[in-house]
Each structure stands twice: as C-alpha cells, then as structure tokens.
C-alpha cells in the first residue's frame, strides 16, 4: 500500500478585497472655496468636494458643477464645470490649472492656438526650441535689458534701419560696405588710422580746413 496524505478539512481562502465605497453622481453649485476645496450645495446636501486632477477649469461660486462623491463623510470631487453664469465671467478670464509639472504632448500633426490677442508669460525663463522658426508681424517691438544674439548668418533686409545708441562698439576680421547714394559722417572728432596703407580716392578731392591744413611724413609727393 501506499502512503497518501490526507487533504486538509479547510483550505485557506483568499483575502477578499476591500469593499469600495459606494460612489454617487449629483449635480450642484459652487457656494465657496477654502484653499484646495469647494463647498458645494446639491439638493439638501452641503459638501466638501476638491477639484479633480481631469477638471481643468478651475471652478467659482455660482458654478454649476458635476460632482463624484462616496457617502456622508468620504472623499468627494468636483469633476467638471457644466455651466457658468455671464455674471460670473466679470470675475475675470476662465482659468484652466493644473498643480505641478505639465507638458501638452500632441504625437501626430499640429498644434495651433487662436485667439484676438495672445500673452505668454514666464516668471523665470522662456525657451523656444524649433529646427525652422518665423515671426510675420506687421509691427513688433522688444524691450530688454540685456539682449544677446549668437548667430552663424544674419542678414538684414529693409527700407530703412535707424539707431539710437550711447556707444557702439564693431569688431570683425574683414568689413567692406557699399552705399550707391551720400554716405555722410557728422562728428566732433573724426580719427582714421591704418597700421599700413591708408588710401582715399575719387575722382574728385576736397579737402578744407577753415584754419589749418597740415600734412606731415618723411616724404610727400604730389602730382
């Protein structure tokens, strides 16, 4: 004979999850905010609802709101904002917030914001990062501080470029420049100096001092 072990009377049951609350839908009204939660008024019941994570548009008094919550003293949330009153647009614009870190990630196509007018702003830095980049405005204006651009080609194309400046400074290895009309230099002083060659030519030269005229080197030729 062989030997078999007997099976036990009872096996071992599996834990059973926990229960889940019961969770209910309702429709209701923003009465008030304290910090992170909203009071919210539907039918008899008055509750303490905190904006969830999906509910972009931040709610305000006298919004009408759908609501998610568990029975009487359990967690609750405010999951959209269905309605708001035209009064309580006066408040100021709809505002759409989310606590944290965010990145708005479109996989395939475009990405396209319209609006009358549009305002981007930063509280510490901006970055724009694009392989093409263009700007068409029919006016534009940038006021900066400091302002710094690095560039391997920049060209300027225009009818008409005008600078106001304290001190300019121009540094580069070759600089040539054309003007086809009058280029015309206004200043106190005016001091050119060549560390080799020094050439002016035209097929007129005028030169007039109203007091002196003074030329002076180790040989002058004239003619």
Same mark, same amino acid.
């Given at each position: 004979?062989?030997?078999?072990?007997?099976?036990?009377?009872?096996?071992?049951?599996?834990?059973?999850?926990?229960?889940?609350? @019961?969770?209910?839908?309702?429709? /209701?009204?923003?009465?008030?905010?304290?910090?992170? *939660?909203?009071? =919210?008024? $539907? %039918?008899?019941?008055?509750?303490?609802?905190?904006?969830?994570?999906?509910?972009?548009?931040?709610?305000?008094?006298?919004?009408?709101?759908?609501?998610?919550?568990?029975?009487?003293?359990?967690?609750?949330?405010?999951?959209?904002?269905?309605?708001?009153?035209?009064?309580?647009?006066?408040?100021?614009?709809?505002?759409?917030?989310?606590?944290?870190?965010?990145?708005?990630?479109?996989?395939?196509?475009?990405?396209?914001?319209?609006?009358?007018?549009? @305002?981007?702003?930063?509280?510490? /830095?901006?970055?724009?990062?694009?392989?093409?980049? *263009?700007?068409? =405005?029919? $006016? %534009?204006?940038?006021?900066?501080?400091?302002?710094?651009?690095?560039?391997?080609?920049?060209?300027?194309?225009?009818?008409?470029?005008?600078?106001?400046?304290?001190?300019?400074?121009?540094?580069?290895?070759?600089?040539?420049?054309?003007?086809?009309?009058?280029?015309?230099?206004?200043?106190?002083?005016?001091?050119?100096?060549?560390?080799?060659?020094?050439?002016?030519?035209?097929?007129?030269?005028?030169?007039?001092?109203?007091?002196?005229?003074?030329?002076?080197?180790?040989?002058?030729?004239?003619?």
């Amino acid at each position: 004979m062989h030997d078999t072990l007997a099976a036990p009377a009872t096996r071992r049951r599996r834990a059973a999850p926990p229960a889940t609350p @019961a969770a209910h839908w309702c429709v /209701g009204v923003v009465t008030a905010r304290q910090g992170e *939660r909203f009071a =919210v008024v $539907s %039918g008899a019941q008055a509750l303490q609802l905190q904006r969830a994570v999906g509910c972009l548009l931040e709610p305000r008094p006298g919004d009408t709101v759908a609501c998610l919550h568990t029975e009487a003293g359990g967690e609750g949330w405010v999951m959209a904002v269905l309605t708001r009153e035209p009064a309580n647009e006066t408040d100021g614009p709809h505002r759409l917030s989310l606590p944290g870190d965010t990145e708005l990630s479109v996989g395939r196509g475009r990405l396209s914001l319209q609006a009358t007018d549009l @305002a981007l702003r930063a509280d510490q /830095g901006l970055s724009v990062q694009a392989h093409d980049a *263009r700007l068409t =405005v029919d $006016s %534009g204006e940038a006021v900066a501080r400091q302002w710094r651009m690095s560039a391997g080609v920049m060209k300027l194309v225009g009818s008409l470029l005008s600078t106001v400046v304290d001190r300019a400074q121009h540094f580069s290895r070759h600089h040539l420049r054309r003007t086809e009309g009058l280029d015309r230099v206004h200043a106190t002083h005016l001091d050119c100096e060549a560390e080799q060659l020094l050439r002016l030519s035209g097929e007129h030269a005028l030169v007039n001092g109203e007091k002196l005229v003074k030329a002076r080197g180790a040989q002058i030729h004239f003619g």
